[in-house]
């Protein structure tokens, strides 16, 4: 993609508050002159970098308590996303080393696909899940996100997500 067309996704997805039906209508205008899956993953580094930058402002002020699910958890879902609990979804499981969340929560990105006749598993898969990873990762490198597909919006009535500590430091 040239400079131009990445500026203009950039451009739409800061301006995509709450409403991400014109970001995906670029995102589809692009694909007609670029691939879906390369405009896609020029999304995916804009969400990435936002994240990234949320991270490096709020970082001090994240409690440290020694649970790195935990703090990873209410980072994530609580202090970036907003979501609180019994209103947004559940948590369906905790153990030592996992989460599993369910959430029903208002989705701009579910809102869009299904407005637009785009696959929420293609644009979840693509766009959104590395950067929970990346942010997940700054937290503790021992987090692995993952999201159970088979269960996700609007072919489930919540999307499924898990988050794991691995139980030794990466590379070791």
């Given at each position: 993609?040239?400079?131009?067309?990445?500026?203009?996704?950039?451009?739409?997805?800061?301006?995509s508050?709450?409403?991400?039906?014109?970001?995906?209508?670029?995102?589809?205008?692009?694909?007609?002159?670029?691939?879906?899956?390369?405009?896609?993953?020029?999304?995916?580094?804009?969400?990435?970098?936002?994240?990234?930058?949320?991270?490096?402002?709020?970082?001090?002020?994240?409690?440290?308590?020694?649970?790195?699910?935990?703090?990873?958890?209410?980072?994530?879902?609580?202090?970036?996303?907003?979501?609180?609990?019994?209103?947004?979804?559940?948590?369906?499981?905790?153990?030592?080393?996992?989460?599993?969340?369910?959430?029903?929560?208002?989705?701009?990105?579910?809102?869009?696909?299904?407005?637009l006749?785009?696959?929420?598993?293609?644009?979840?898969?693509?766009?959104?899940?590395?950067?929970?990873?990346?942010?997940?990762?700054?937290?503790?490198?021992?987090?692995?996100?993952?999201?159970?597909?088979?269960s996700?919006?609007?072919?489930?009535?919540?999307?499924?997500?898990?988050?794991?500590?691995?139980?030794?430091?990466?590379?070791?």
């Amino acid at each position: 993609m040239n400079e131009a067309d990445r500026r203009l996704i950039q451009e739409q997805y800061e301006a995509s508050r709450g409403d991400s039906t014109g970001l995906f209508e670029t995102v589809l205008a692009l694909a007609r002159e670029y691939s879906l899956d390369e405009v896609l993953a020029c999304l995916e580094e804009c969400v990435v970098a936002r994240r990234i930058a949320w991270y490096e402002r709020n970082a001090c002020s994240f409690p440290h308590s020694g649970d790195a699910l935990m703090d990873g958890y209410q980072a994530f879902y609580e202090h970036y996303l907003g979501l609180s609990l019994p209103e947004d979804g559940e948590i369906v499981e905790v153990t030592p080393g996992r989460i599993v969340t369910r959430w029903w929560n208002r989705c701009p990105t579910l809102e869009a696909c299904q407005k637009l006749g785009l696959d929420t598993i293609r644009v979840c898969r693509q766009v959104y899940h590395r950067p929970v990873q990346v942010l997940l990762e700054r937290i503790d490198p021992r987090l692995r996100f993952d999201r159970n597909y088979a269960s996700l919006r609007p072919n489930a009535p919540y999307c499924e997500e898990i988050i794991e500590l691995e139980s030794r430091q990466p590379g070791r």
